[in-house]
């Protein structure tokens, strides 16, 4: 069954170091979401991402966020300049159409010292 | 802010019992409604999506939705040992993102 992949699973990163974040959406699928989880509190949505370019994205998508479907296969989140509060778990998810059934990737946990 | 409310707080249900959910939700204009469950330390993963008013059974599960109340919720028909999750409650807002509620803890004993 196809899946969406995430890596790395883990990053721990100095603050003020740039991450980036890799995601491989399920193939036939248009759509591409970020969401992250900050310890003990709920799924929050960053961005979607269609048809090369963004979609929508919340407030806590700011200018130290970025995304990019660098090739076929793959989306990647860049933080430029990580903070404490940007440690937290990142799930992409990808869908064939607008919202519906998104479908998760396992996750990448990031820790910011 | 719109919201999405899971307010009940960990739910311990008997091996083989019903556990009932409920979510409300507060953008009139959401369209698509879902339920993921979510293993200590995993992603979310899609259980159960309703879209229209009424109740939606696959399996073990189902789905009840009322758009005049703003709410929906989710039935665990026969709760499993391995039933036991958060639940999160996962409502469409605008036209490209999820909103998600705090999730119940479902934990089913034995």
């Known amino acids: 069954e196809p899946e969406v992949t995430q890596t790395p699973s883990h990053q721990v990163t100095q603050m003020g170091q740039e991450v980036i974040l890799r995601c491989v959406p399920i193939?036939?699928?248009?759509?591409f979401y970020w969401y992250r989880q900050i310890l003990g509190q709920k799924v929050e949505f960053l961005v979607s991402f269609y048809n090369n370019e963004i979609s929508e994205k919340s407030e806590i998508f700011d200018d130290q966020f970025s995304v990019e479907r660098p090739d076929g296969s793959n989306f990647t989140l860049k933080i430029r300049s990580t903070k404490l509060e940007d440690s937290a778990m990142y799930f992409c998810?990808?869908?064939?159409?607008?919202?519906?059934?998104?479908?998760f990737g396992p996750g990448t946990r990031l820790l910011v010292l | 802010q719109k919201e999405v409310e899971q307010n009940s707080g960990p739910l311990s249900v008997p091996e083989g019992a019903i556990a009932s959910l409920n979510c409300t939700y507060s953008d009139r204009g959401s369209q698509s409604f879902f339920w993921y469950r979510q293993y200590s330390g995993k992603s979310p993963e899609l259980i159960m999506f309703?879209?229209?008013?009424g109740d939606k059974e696959d399996g073990r599960f189902t789905a009840q939705l009322n758009k005049a109340s703003q709410y929906v919720s989710l039935l665990i028909r026969d709760s499993q040992p391995s039933d036991s999750a958060t639940y999160l409650c996962a409502v469409s807002q605008g036209n490209n993102r999820l909103a998600f509620g705090k999730g119940n803890q479902v934990v089913v004993i034995p």
């Open positions: 309703i879209y229209s008013n």
């Open positions: 998810a990808s869908s064939d159409y607008k919202v519906e059934t998104q479908y």
């Open positions: 193939s036939n699928h248009l759509y």
